[in-house]
């Protein structure tokens, strides 16, 4: 059983380009939430998945955007790059309901902005 | 608003001796309560949570975390550590807002 997947591991892009994160749920999981951790921070929340729809969102400008396939599988667009936006980006998966409060992290993407 | 505190950025203790990890939250209910532990380069892994019932609670890898509602903390614990605990870890609540909000973490080294 697959857990949570990330790709890419690591990413350089400079300022003002457009990036693209993707994330597989762990096998059953319909939920998935995405968080940045910034360097000797803990992750903050970006935003959930469910049904296709943003369901929540965190404290996050709009250059930040996503998605969710009909395979609960997600991608993280984050257009317009900044330097701060330099960060380890989480994917976590759940199952919506009763156990959404146990989320299953992926190994994360390092994303470097220069 | 929800929030999580870890008192502690860095603690060094050496190996074998025991530990304890700061943790404090502010909520006005008693949430679900994480701890996680992050090795360098990786992402999360969970080592115990705290729903309800028996205030102690037991982890993988020796780790135990004691809820005290009192004083609004869940501190984490392990009576000996080993040089492969170091890391950073991170104290979580999940206040029934189906979005975890985390504290800063602590970075523990362990010295032979």
């Known amino acids: 059983d697959a857990g949570v997947t990330q790709s890419p591991t690591h990413l350089i892009k400079t300022r003002g380009q457009q990036v693209t994160l993707r994330c597989s749920p762990k096998?059953?999981?319909?939920?998935v939430s995405w968080y940045q951790q910034a360097l000797g921070q803990g992750p903050q929340f970006i935003f959930q998945?469910?049904?296709?729809?943003?369901?929540q969102r965190g404290n996050f400008p709009d250059r930040f955007s996503g998605h969710q396939f009909p395979n609960y599988s997600s991608e993280l667009n984050v257009n317009a790059l900044l330097l701060g936006d330099s960060a380890l980006y989480l994917c976590?998966?759940?199952?919506?309901?009763?156990?959404?409060?146990?989320?299953?992290f992926g190994p994360g993407t390092r994303l470097t902005v220069l | 608003a929800q929030s999580v505190t870890q008192p502690d950025i860095h603690i060094t203790v050496s190996e074998g001796a025991s530990l304890e990890l700061r943790c404090n939250y502010s909520?006005?209910?008693?949430?679900?309560l994480f701890w996680y532990v992050q090795s360098p380069g990786q992402g999360l892994q969970l080592l115990l949570k705290?729903?309800?019932?028996?205030?102690l609670v037991q982890g993988i890898k020796g780790f135990e975390a004691e809820f005290k509602r009192s004083q609004s903390s869940f501190n984490l614990r392990k009576p000996s550590v080993h040089w492969s605990d170091a890391a950073e870890y991170f104290c979580?609540?999940?206040?029934?807002?189906?979005?975890?909000?985390f504290g800063t973490g602590t970075r523990l080294q362990v010295f032979p």
């Open positions: 909520y006005g209910a008693t949430p679900y």
């Open positions: 979580a609540v999940f206040p029934n807002t189906d979005k975890l909000i």
């Open positions: 096998s059953g999981h319909d939920t």
């Open positions: 705290y729903f309800s019932g028996d205030t």
């Open positions: 976590a998966s759940s199952l919506n309901g009763l156990a959404s409060h146990e989320q299953f």
């Open positions: 998945y469910y049904e296709e729809e943003e369901r």
